[in-house]
């Protein structure tokens, strides 16, 4: 099995002005998203959204906020086990269900453990 | 991590927004009423973030009230330290407030307390200077925590439309310092009156266009007969509030039934009335008793008269009679054609078909019945009571002529394959 992570990109900034029951619908959702996947065992780590922050530079200059252009802004993440990535695409297109926009990209931690005997 | 397994009860957002703005408002009046929407939704959003990841806590409604009490506090604060800051006036007086309607918050927030600021939020949402499309609109808006796109979903109305009348109906509220009060004993009737308009026209608004591809129709019903609830448990109500409730909920016992599986409307002489809600039933029947009183109102009759439709097992064993004697009663209290209209349906139901046929026809020959789509309907029900198929269904096309909803063509146009068959 191998890990991979969902990165969430766009879709935060063009959030929609969500009404309570929107609110509480959305919320359903998620939480049905994580019981399923922890049940089933996919899903390692719900993770989190990302919120605001900086960016170190290479001359160790620190600069406000990440640059990307808002489509392309990571605004959450979520690491799945899968065996391989087919099957984690098949993850995130459920994940993109609840996701309410944006895209999700998919990416293969790589692992340097000790090698298997 | 383990999210909770806490399950919020149905609506629970909605509901706590509506119980926020009326406490909140209560505390700092009707001109801070967008800020503090604004602060209720910042809750609500953190509320819903939070909670996603780490479950639902132990007490959500007294975690949503803190933080939303706590950033409508802060802003407030930081407003006045601006102010300050701009004028140098030294306004303590206005941070003393702020103090003293904290502890009222933290009071009127509680369980038991909720229902005094809602039902001042009733009087306010129904006060007499604003119109009764406004009151309707801000009514949903404000005390059931619907969004402007959902009300303008369940009014079929333009959002644009829905947006307008809200913010007008805000402003001129604030420019008259309408205050969060319940009304004296001797405007109470007066007052009560355009509550009881309202809630029975936000009802219809519901129930006429309900159909299964939109449930926040059913939902629009529901608060309707939950706010009406309220009212009765108070101290402002009357008989007629009663009656009102009742009428409520007989007719809400009924909307399950109304549609079938695709959404389309099913008349209540083909309604699977096994699927009628029995437990609405006998509280509408319970409310329908406790509203005796010498001088009936117009909603006593129409709740008297759905009671009779809910209690028969059919439409041939509906006690027609006794419906047609509530109409006539109806129609003294209140002279609409509408009622006329529907007596006169009850008439012919209950045998004497010449009778119901020149009542329609005297009703056709009114001006504003003209393009009244129910009177088609009407005399085309009479003719098929009367075995006249060829008049029913010319008459049902004329009906389809007038109409325009979808739903309403739909239901006439399988009428009309019906009496074709």
Known sequence: ?117 | MTPSTNQLVEHFFRHESANLVAVLTRAFGIHRIDLIEDMIQAALLEAMDAWKLGGVPDNPAGWIHRVAKNRLLDALRREKTHEKALEQSGRTADAQVIGEQESNIDGWLEEEHLPDSLLRMIFVCCHPSLERKTQIALTLKTLCGFGVSEIARGLLLPAETVKKRVQRAKRSLATANVQLELPTDEELAQRLDVVHDVLYLMFNEGYSTSHGTEPIRDDICEEAARLCHLLCESRCSSPATQALLALLLFHAARLDARTDAEGAVVLLEDQNRERWDRRLIVAAQSWLTRSKTDRPSTFHFEAAIAKQHCIAASVEETDWEAIVRLYTRLIQLCDSPVYALNRAIAVGQAGDLGEAMLQLQSLGSRKDMKNYLLLDCAFARIHELDGNTREAIDCYLVALSKAVAPHEKALLESKLRKLAD
């Not at chain 1, 994580?34 to 620190?62: H, R």
């Not at chain 1, 996701?99 to 931690?109: L, Q, S, Y």
Request: one cysteine or more.
């Open chain 1, 1 to 117: 099995m191998a890990k991979f992570m969902f990165l969430q990109r766009g879709g935060c900034e063009e959030r929609p002005e969500m009404s309570p029951e929107e609110m509480q619908a959305g919320m359903k959702a998620w939480m049905d998203w994580v019981k399923n996947g922890t049940d089933e065992g996919w899903l390692l780590d719900p993770g989190s959204g990302l919120g605001g922050g900086a960016v170190v530079e290479a001359d160790l200059t620190v600069i406000d906020g990440p640059f990307a252009e808002s489509k392309e802004l990571v605004g959450g993440y979520s690491v799945v086990e899968a065996s391989d990535l087919a099957e984690a695409c098949e993850y995130a297109k459920q994940t993109m269900k609840i996701a309410g926009g944006g895209r999700i990209e998919v990416r293969e931690i790589a692992s340097h453990g000790m090698p298997e005997e």
